[in-house]
C-alpha cells in the first residue's frame, strides 16, 4: 500500500481492533469516505517485513463482526465484489445460485 501522509494521519486510521484480516480495507473504505481514490494495479510488485500471510481457512469473529457492522450498507451493494463469487465464504468460491455459467456439455 502506497500513500501521502496525511491519509494515515488523519482520524480513522489503522483501527487496532481489525489485526489480521480486514485493516487494509477498513483503511481504504476510511480514505475513500474522506474523497481519496483507492487505485489497484495488477502490476505491482509488493513485499512486507513482517513476513507472508498465513492462509487460513477460518477468521476471528469478532473482527468480521466488526467489520460486517461498520461497512453493512456498503458490503451489501459492494459495486468492486463480483457478483458471482459467495459472499460468505473467505476463498471466494464461485456462488452455484447466483453464477450465470453455460452448462457444460
Known amino acids: 500500500m502506497a500513500t ?5 494521519e488523519a482520524p ?3 483501527d487496532e481492533r481489525l489485526p489480521i484480516d ?3 480495507v477498513d483503511f481504504c473504505l476510511k480514505a ?3 474523497g481519496y481514490r483507492v487505485v489497484y494495479t495488477p502490476y ?18 469478532r473482527e468480521v463482526a466488526l467489520f460486517r457492522e461498520r461497512w ?4 451489501q451493494y459492494d459495486p ?6 459467495m459472499r460468505h465464504s473467505v476463498d471466494f468460491s464461485i456462488d452455484p445460485e447466483v453464477a450465470n455459467w453455460p452448462a457444460s456439455g
Open 4 to 8: 501521502c501522509r496525511e491519509v494515515p
Open 12 to 14: 480513522g486510521r489503522f
Open 22 to 24: 480486514y485493516n487494509d
Open 32 to 34: 475513500m469516505e474522506r
Open 44 to 61: 505491482a510488485e509488493l513485499c512486507t517485513l513482517k513476513g507472508a500471510s498465513i492462509p487460513r481457512a477460518t477468521q476471528n469473529p
Open 72 to 75: 453493512a450498507p456498503y458490503l
Open 80 to 85: 468492486h465484489y463480483n457478483p458471482n463469487l
